[in-house]
């Protein structure tokens, strides 16, 4: 079935460090992928999505490509804040799965981020 | 702008009760869900409705039953709670086309005894 993978964490850095969060995927179809962040105590909020191969999302200053050679859609940015201290989310939705299943969401374990001053 | 909204927030049950997990939705989306969310294992689906009197099982649905009476709600019910139940709960709603996002309420925070 599908899957995604993440990079264990926590993940811990300087402010102002060069951040990446790796994540790989299986699908059997043509997923749409997403990463979602959570803040201490609140729900999960979209960070960013791509829907295509080669499609880059990008908000806030992090950045995901779409690799559909290497399935992947690792989450970067370069230079992070205190404020970005949250856990990442890696998540995708295979449309292909039919049934209008495609809101359902496969995530990754999450990646815990602590951003030090 | 409500957006998605549980209650309670936090809850504290005894082992063998039952409560119902309220969801509200305000944005006429068709497909809502629940996930749990322990440490280490992400989200996890537990059951998922795809419109009015429409539920289906996710990933890990024993021990929960739902039903969708209205666009609006989607109730999470405990039937016998078990300490293998203590999680975050995390409804959420979307269009249901796989591009679009999901929008997530607050959580539960639910401890069984």
């Known amino acids: 079935g599908d899957s995604v993978t993440q990079m264990e964490g926590p993940v811990t850095l300087s402010e102002e460090a060069c951040l990446t969060i790796n994540c790989t995927y299986t699908a059997t179809g043509y997923p749409s992928l997403f990463w979602y962040v959570q803040y201490p105590g609140e729900g999960l909020q979209l960070l960013l999505k791509a829907t295509k191969a080669d499609d880059k999302g990008s908000n806030k200053g992090f950045e995901a490509t779409y690799r559909k050679e290497t399935t992947s859609f690792h989450l970067e940015k370069g230079s992070v804040q205190v404020s970005d201290s949250a856990v990442y989310f890696c998540?995708?939705?295979?449309?292909?799965?039919?049934?209008?299943?495609?809101?359902?969401?496969?995530f990754g374990q999450g990646t815990e981020l602590s951003v030090k001053p | 702008n409500a957006g998605v909204t549980q209650t309670p927030k936090f809850q504290v049950l005894k082992t063998g009760q039952s409560m119902t997990l309220q969801c509200a939705q305000d944005?006429?989306?068709?497909?809502m869900s629940w996930y749990r969310q322990d440490p280490g294992m992400g989200l996890r689906l537990i059951h998922y409705s795809v419109g009015a009197g429409i539920t289906d099982q996710g990933e890990v649905p024993n021990g929960y039953n739902v039903s969708r009476s209205t666009t609006e709600d989607f109730p999470l019910r405990l039937l016998s709670a078990a300490p293998s139940q203590t999680s975050v709960y995390f409804c959420?709603?979307?269009?249901?086309?796989?591009?679009?996002?999901?929008?997530f309420g607050d959580g539960t925070r639910l401890s069984i005894l």
């Open positions: 998540a995708l939705s295979d449309q292909a799965s039919g049934d209008n299943q495609g809101g359902k969401l496969i």
């Open positions: 959420a709603s979307s269009t249901g086309q796989g591009q679009q996002p999901q929008h």
């Open positions: 944005m006429n989306h068709e497909y």
